[in-house]
């Protein structure tokens, strides 16, 4: 579905690079403020994604729940924190060959106590040297970043079998994330 492992992780670091140019916020020199929410921050890791019901050769509503490791978020210049998260969103026409996407919520859970729902309710595809990405576009409504624009990627590389998508079908799948929370 995405192209080969390799093709991937080049992919998501190129994202990586590209986004991390832009999304560093200016400094606030002589503010006084210490928020971390105030511009924008990075995170990235792994999500385990499952499928309702499981894909199959024929797109269908299929109902998304991903649990997400960020290993690194980035809350403002020197500070990182990891965090997890927990996904739920519906696709409308999910199968083993094409991605969509559709909308959802995202609930981050930061190691400093923090948190930040996020709801998704835009998404586009991207394909670069064969492997498709999904980008989803929402707002923070609470907590870390609340009223921002958020961006979330998912990319990731096939690690089963295309007899795999037959019946009964792939029930999950692992993927990379990265997830900006814009200024």
Not at 14 to 27: F, H, I, K, T, Y
Not at 117 to 141: C, K
Request: proline share 6%; net charge positive.
């Amino acid at each position: 579905m995405f192209g080969k492992r390799g093709a991937a992780l080049t992919l998501g670091s190129l994202l990586l690079v590209g986004s991390s140019l832009v999304w560093a916020p200016a400094g606030r020199a002589g503010t006084g403020r210490h928020e971390d929410h105030e511009g924008g921050f990075l995170c990235t890791g792994s999500s385990r994604s499952h499928y309702d019901p499981p894909l199959i050769l024929e797109p269908r509503l299929t109902r998304v729940r991903a649990d997400v490791t960020y290993s690194s978020c980035t809350v403002r210049p020197g500070r990182t924190v990891a965090a997890t998260s927990s996904f739920d969103g519906v696709s409308p026409a999910a199968s083993c060959l094409t991605l969509s996407g559709g909308s959802g919520e995202e609930t981050v859970q930061y190691a400093d106590g923090r948190r930040s729902l996020i709801v998704y309710d835009s998404s586009r595809i991207l394909r670069a040297a064969g492997v498709l990405a999904l980008v989803q576009s929402g707002r923070v409504t609470e907590g870390r970043g609340k009223g921002h624009p958020a961006r979330r990627t998912i990319t990731g590389a096939p690690r089963e079998l295309p007899t795999d998508c037959l019946a009964p079908g792939l029930r999950e799948g692992d993927n990379e994330v990265q997830l900006e929370i814009q200024p």
